[in-house]
């Protein structure tokens, strides 16, 4: 994974807290590499990933022979928008780079929270607009951009309090700037 797509996920992950987490779930895994860095840093807990993608959810699952192989991480081909897992299923969700793909209708962070547990947390990461604006391949056509405010009004669509959200900006290296938005669910 290159520099720029590392630090966010290493960011992301510090702020998910789930060492001691019993299910973790990751939302769009993309190749697989937070799944590893998550693997190797949670102690005894299961970690689920899932991907639209048929070769993403290959490659992840590739990377990821080691523990797939050991049961402590399984990957399903799924959308975020119909997650299939039973309500408050998971203590831990990980988002990174994937919220520009939430469609407006909030049914994304709807799922999220359905299978998110009381007292669960779930962490965002997105660049923001004014990054993406300097990404050919990030256009307004196929990514859904976000400033403070948006992110935190779009994570407010999906059900969640204002109080259970704390949205941060982040300087990144190579100029990127981010927001990484954390949301602990109330009973
Ligand atoms: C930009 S990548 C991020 C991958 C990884 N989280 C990272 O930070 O490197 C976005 C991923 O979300 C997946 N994706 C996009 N829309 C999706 C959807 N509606 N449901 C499930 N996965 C989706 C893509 O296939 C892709 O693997």
């Known amino acids: 994974m290159s520099v720029i797509n590392a630090r966010p996920n290493l ?6 807290q789930g060492a001691q987490a019993d299910r973790i779930l990751e939302l769009g ?5 937070a799944l590893q860095e ?10 689920w990933g899932i991907d639209q993608s048929a070769d993403m959810i290959a490659l992840a699952a590739r990377r990821n022979h080691l523990w797939t192989h050991r049961a402590s991480v399984s990957l399903a081909r799924a959308k975020f928008e119909a997650l299939p897992f039973p309500s408050e299923s998971f203590d831990r969700i990980l988002a990174v780079n994937v ?7 909030g049914r994304a962070f709807r799922e999220a929270r359905r299978v998110l547990r009381p007292q669960g947390r779930m962490v965002i990461y997105v660049s923001d607009r004014a990054t993406l604006a300097n990404w050919p391949f990030a256009g ?14 779009a994570i407010e669509d999906g059900g969640f309090a204002r109080n259970e959200i704390t949205v941060e900006p982040v300087s990144l290296p190579f100029g990127v700037s981010g927001l990484l938005g954390t949301v602990v669910r109330q009973p």
């Open 11 to 16: 960011l992301a992950i510090e702020a998910l």
């Open 29 to 33: 895994v993309g190749s697989g590499w």
């Open 38 to 47: 998550l693997a190797r840093a949670v102690k005894h807990g299961r970690i």
């Open 99 to 105: 919220a520009y793909f939430f469609g407006s209708d």
């Open 140 to 153: 307004e056509d196929t990514h859904r951009s976000f400033d403070r405010d948006e992110l935190i009004a």
